[in-house]
């Protein structure tokens, strides 16, 4: 099982949380024993999505920024590209990049109270990192463009109705239905598993190779945008507000 462990920054993906990500999943292929990763977030949320911090250093620093955005390419492809299935426990709210990784795995269990949210075009930002791709494909391009153009939060019932999820789970009950259906997959013939996997994820694969490459270039751009400038001055006043007080 993977834990993303930052519970008292509601698992906000920082530089050493996407990099030790990306390191598991590119580990897993050596690893013949695995047959199912369970993914899920420490604490209360799955993953509240980009660390303020790191969007700031991007925003600031082109080499971050570049180094960054590789890293969610090469995850993006990491996660595509392993034939073990990847279960996701999102035990809470999986919001911009949380919501992309969750949508990455491919069989989804969600608290009932959970939600998924893409607000990242509120704040100024592109989400390169394969949300785009991933939304429009599972829940189809008009509640794609509905949910991501507002940011508006989708509850675990209504991702359940467009496909974006296997399964609501009952309340704090979700690892534990991940696990039984991890189990269950573990039981089966690694060799049928896998290939199946690989089949199904070729579609996929064809659809966003040329894709995530104009979005992840797209987002870098929209670093250098007023709008978001403007935004991380204001919210980096803020916290610089809030340590002197």
């Known amino acids: ?128 990192d394969g949300g785009a791709i991933l939304w429009p494909l599972l829940a189809g391009v008009p509640a794609a463009r509905a949910y991501l153009l507002t940011g508006e939060r989708m509850p675990a019932q209504e991702a359940f109705r467009l496909g974006l999820i296997h399964r609501v789970a009952r309340s704090e009950s979700a690892l534990d239905e991940a696990m039984v259906l991890a189990e269950r997959l573990a039981g089966l013939s690694p060799h049928a598993v896998r290939a199946t996997k690989r089949a199904l994820n070729r579609q996929l694969e064809a659809m966003s190779r040329e894709g995530l490459h104009l979005d992840l270039e797209a987002e870098s751009e929209s670093f250098e945008t007023p709008h978001l400038k403007a935004l991380v001055s204001k919210l980096a006043a803020r916290r610089g507000a809030v340590k002197d007080g």
């Open 1 to 128: 099982m993977l834990t993303l462990n930052r519970a008292t920054q509601r698992n906000a993906v920082d530089s050493e949380l996407h990099e030790a990500l990306l390191a598991e999943m590119l580990s897993i292929p050596d690893e013949p024993e695995v047959r199912v990763v369970v993914l899920t977030g420490a604490g209360d949320a799955f993953s509240a999505g980009g660390d303020f911090g790191l969007i700031e250093r991007m925003q600031q620093d082109r080499d971050v920024r570049e180094a960054t955005l590789d890293t969610s390419r090469l995850l993006f492809w990491a996660m595509m590209a392993l034939d073990v299935p990847v279960v996701a426990a999102v035990n809470g709210p999986a919001v911009g990049a949380g919501a992309t990784l969750a949508l990455l795995c491919d069989i989804v269990v969600m608290d009932e109270h959970a939600y998924l949210a893409e607000p990242r075009v509120g704040i100024g930002l592109v989400p390169g």
